[in-house]
């Protein structure tokens, strides 16, 4: 991407999906300082631009557009035209949705309605950096996947299985991209308070505010840490539990709550 006689190479550019709440809101917040451009996402215009008014008073440079992480177009000339304004530092595909669905009927619209923005969002967001970064032989992108993404559960599908992706995909692209230069991370959090989870009605262990997350995050990504996955020990439990057989995970799984 070519740098316009506009673009400001001494602001610090930071793309972040899904701002207007939760761990996205607190990740902007925490990012938000003098000399940082903060290109934020959402599809809420208000709470949108709350976040982009919290993040201008802590002296950030701020654009906020509510951009749909599903259209490919809109997302690549959003990324673009921040490209345009400031060196891109770092990119967080952050934007997600979760729930359950009433009947079988509705049951592929709502697997669409989940993967379309999980993974759909996720490569629109992340492709559009990729050759930018490339070319400035510099850049960092944190895919937002999930503790979901390390275990197969029946009562979070097909969330669970477009965390398998988000996380993948970003170790993957991790390997690929580091003889460009460019750093990649999968972001895993467990339960972390925000408007998604305070729609579930069982009981979330270890779960910890969007803002000690943000933090986590962030210190994960100064560290180029591949995997920010956490707390431990939720990880440690998927972890064991991966370690099962497989038909008493299939047991133990099946039996989980639901979304
Ligand atoms: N909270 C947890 O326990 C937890 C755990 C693991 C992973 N995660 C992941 O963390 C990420 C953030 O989730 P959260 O917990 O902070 O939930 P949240 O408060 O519901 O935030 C989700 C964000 O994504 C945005 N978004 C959803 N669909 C979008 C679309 N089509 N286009 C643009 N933006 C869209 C939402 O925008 P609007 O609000 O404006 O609609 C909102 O800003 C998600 O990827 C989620 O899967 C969360």
Known sequence: MQQTPQSNTALVGIVITGASSGIGQALAEHYARPGILLALTGRDATRLQAVAETCRQRGATVDAETVPVTNRAAMASFIERIAARSRLD??????????????????????????????????????????????????????????????????????????????????????????????????????????????????????????????????????????????????????????LPYPMLDWILSRAPKK
């Open 90 to 243: 770092l990119v967080i595909a952050n934007a997600g949705v979760s729930g359950g669905f009433k009947d079988w009927g509705g049951f592929d619209a709502h697997v669409r309605a989940i993967t379309d923005v999980n993974i759909g969002g996720v490569i629109n967001t992340v492709n559009p950096a990729v050759p930018i970064m490339v070319k400035q032989r510099s850049g960092q992108i944190a895919v937002v996947a999930s503790l979901a993404g390390f275990l197969s559960m029946p009562g979070a599908g097909p969330y669970s299985s477009s965390k398998h992706f988000a996380r993948s995909y970003a170790e993957e692209l991790r390997g690929m991209l580091a003889p460009e230069g460019v750093r990649v991370s999968a972001i895993c959090p467990g339960f972390v308070t925000s408007r998604m989870t305070a729609r579930n009605k069982f009981p979330m262990p270890f779960l910890m505010d969007e803002q000690r997350a943000a933090r986590i995050i962030a210190n994960g990504l100064a560290r180029n840490q591949g995997r920010i996955a956490f707390p431990w020990p939720m990880l440690a439990m998927i972890r064991l539990l991966g370690l």
